[in-house]
């Protein structure tokens, strides 16, 4: 097992770096790294360099080659023994693009190669200071088989190229921003690219270009347009203008992730660029504008300003995703926006605050950095980026920040400067907000309310508190900004909006002048991401659905009335579901809700908000009685409103003459509520499946098209494995969409489908080595069927420890992602917890466990 490190042992560097000159001959089996760094030194000690996977040739001092006794090799890298005060080194090593299948460092997509150096890929290309306090300028040459490798490209500007003997051609950039080697790229290969231009607020002329295999470019004008609209809206809101003249983006189909910010060079999986109405859905298009925009944003908060350590990964990530959210939220509706994140993060992060690899936003210790790009650094710490905007407003908020460029462009820092910068720029005292970063856990925050009729004051009593979890048993209390309103029982307001601020365990709040009872809204927009307690009853919650004039909080209370009713089945099945029914039915008849909004309500609740609730009052759960409970919710839902559902989706279809697909917000909003309605007929079975197999023949777009096709998948219907056929006919060139194909088969909840995903791994467009594929069939499977994940039998447990064994070997961190599907084990009735843990242990028991897997493993089995 790998050694954990702690945020309280981080040292700086002994040595700074001002420049990095690499030069880059390109082999597929045996690339040439030469580098050339020009050290000082800044403390006592040696210099540490480090190196994975890497074949030294020679290593020079000032131009002398070194002897063996001037340093020490090891695996992690290699140790310069007391080196003089300043000195240039330079290291020739050998390395293997093609067989890298992490696809970490330098390796090879499609025949292309690239690079993947965040968090510490750079030290499997080369000997160096991996980490990201030590920031230099960067001078990079490029050399290559020109016929196979036409496009060489790097950070920065582009200085020289020209023709070589042999066939080769070569290629020099430069990069004048200092950056830390976590930002480093290199790109090569064959590949198309359209062009640009953006004219900043200043006046400066940047070129854009999108690069990637010929056969997609077609699909990159969105991608374009996407980028252009982030160029302006971070002119516009933050005043932050581009610094380089070109902007690069290039599309790769090898991606562990979404996308990467190097600087000058973004590269990104190409399911997050490519778009064209045929191939990509609606809920496509959004996240790839969102993610163009993620990405972009760094180059301020990530790159300009990048972090000290690993350690303040949400420094940047925490801080880019709320601004990527903004910026959603400024281009389309923002109430729906803010339902997305809340959703995504009630699913996915309180259940990892709840899991055994809970973490604080800012984690105090870890041993793969790669295990920590969680929803916990991204999403919860955007929430907390969030809570500084709700305490300063947006004029604070943007005082803060335009502190924290002019105090540290060109500089590795911490949170700590970031609440600094925030706190100093308004003249506030934040100091409570560092809990926010050094506390794991989801915090509660349980409400009471007391009227007093004969006085006509209400008081909100707040209590706040937070389960303990690996890193603290006793909690400090947070701040709290907690938004709020009183109505009344027809909905007008007896006590107007506002932000009640909590600081303590315990406080209450006093309003005056309250005429009758109240009932209040509550966390108001999600004000702070804390599981709020309120004993409200499901007429409470129907009526605030219908009267909340908080659009967020009308959403809450649909969800809050859904879960509600399902635990309530299942404790007894015969439970009445009249209010929530009643509830629905004014919902799809109010004619005042944009289609999206209406399209959220109805949305029933994930199941992993469904187990939090239930695991709220329970020790462990049965996920398929969850599960079932939800089903027949809907069912029951689309039995009793069939009529409506009908209705709503006829309405909301779109007919054009000219067979173009409408791309505008309403239409959008439209597709998106016709398809709600459709999944919850074809819960129905029979000839509802008509409506949805109808859908698939004559769709135009892959919204309607793939949104058929869901609905038919987990039916047993005889069109089914027809539409199955002819979509896969249709795609089977378009990889991206065959993972729609992929996904679609193994999240189907009907019988055999384990069998049927066995086969798909045999499939020719299946690949372990591709991690979309790996999502879209194993990670659809672990994440997304419950039913059969959770099969009685422990087959679909067994199933996961099999593939990321196998994956480990391949990719470590694709196989760290699939098993945390395994880690939950402890919450589970006892029957699946014992076949889960069993898979698991299988794992920790195999030889040559990654060290990403083996961290997760063992947190789990509480090692
Ligand atoms: N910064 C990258 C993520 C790198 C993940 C390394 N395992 C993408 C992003 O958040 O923008
Ligand atoms: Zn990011």
Known sequence: MNPTIYLKDYKNPNFSVKHVS??????????????SVRYERQQDGDLLLDGEGLALQSIALDGNTLDKSQY????KGLTIINPPQSFTLDIITHINPQANTALEGLYRSSGNYCTQCEAQGFRRITYYQDRPDVMATFSVEIIADKATNPVLLSN?????????????HYAKWHDPFPKPCYLFALVAGDLAQVEDRFTTQSGRNITLQIYTEAHHIHQCDFAMASLKRAMAWDEQRFGLEYDLDLFMIVAVDDFNMGAMENKGLNIFNSRLVFASPET???DDYIAIEAVIGHEYFHNWTGNRVTCRDWFQLSLKEGLTVFRDQEFTADMHSRAVKRIEDVRLLRAHQFAEDASPMAHPIRPASFVEINNFYTVTVYEKGAEVVRLYHSLLGEQGFRKGM????????????TTEDFLSAMADANNRDLSQMQTWYEQAGTPRLKVSLDYN?????????CEQSCPATPESKEKKPYLIPFKIALLDDSGNTLADESTLLITKEKQSFTFENISSQPIPSLLRDFSAPVLLEYDYSDKDYAFLMQFDNNAFNRWAAAQALATSTVLSLVENPDTSTRIINHAFKALIANTNLEPALKAKALSLPSLSDIQEAWLNTHDTMNPVVLFEAKKRLKQNLAKVLQAEFLNTYQAMQQTSDDDTVDLSDKAMQQRKLQNVCLSYLASLGSDMLDLAYDQFESANNMTNQYAALAALSHQDYPQREQSLKAFEAQWEGEANVM???FGVQAASSLPNTLNHIQTLKQHPKFSMKNPNKVRALIGAFAMRNPLNFHAEDGSGYQFIADSVLELDKLNPQIASRIVRALMDWKRLEPTRQALMKSALERIANAQGLSGDVAEIVNKSLGG
């Open 22 to 35: 690499l030069c880059f001959e390109l082999n597929p089996e045996k690339t040439v790294v030469t580098s």
């Open 156 to 168: 920065g500007n582009p200085v020289e190229s020209g023709n070589l003997d042999d066939g080769k």
């Open 739 to 741: 993972d729609k194909w």
């Open 453 to 461: 009729k004969s006085s006509q004051t209400c008081t909100l009593t």
């Open 72 to 75: 020490e090799l090891h695996d």
């Open 280 to 282: 990509a859905t609606d």
């Open 402 to 413: 335009d502190l924290y460029f002019e105090r540290h462009d060109g500089q590795a820092v």
